[in-house]
Nanobody, 120 residues
């Protein structure tokens, strides 16, 4: 069974930095796109950043402040967040498109979410 486990959330002051990590485990054959989404209270879940082995895509609101990267050997995706703003406060979810031996096709998986709060 495939699982995504996130870590690295927390409370940070405006202008501060955090790094989120998400590691995939289970009966994985290969991983396609990995990315981060977020959901603030009362709002819909939105894309933050996605990445393949050689491309990245960012929401306009985080361009120049957030950086997505991945370590394929560790099956891990990271999100480095700098110059954080109160409006970045949300639950951040990891997403990965994974081909597993169980399902034997590509399927999207979600992590459980990690809270990021930006406040003074």
């Amino acid at each position: 069974q495939v699982q995504l486990v996130e870590s690295g959330g927390g409370l940070v002051q405006p202008g501060g930095s955090l790094r989120l990590s998400c590691t995939a485990s289970g009966s994985i054959v290969t991983i396609g796109t990995m990315g981060w989404y977020r959901q603030a209270p009362g709002k819909e879940r939105e894309l933050v950043a996605t990445g393949t082995s050689d491309t990245t895509n960012y929401a306009d609101s985080v361009k120049g402040r957030f950086t997505i990267s991945r370590d394929n050997a560790k099956k891990t995706v990271y999100l480095a967040m700098n110059s954080l703003k109160p409006e970045d406060t949300a639950v951040y979810y990891c997403n990965a498109v994974i081909y597993s031996t169980q399902i034997q096709r590509f399927r999207g998986y979600w992590g459980q979410g990690t809270q990021v709060t930006v406040s003074s």
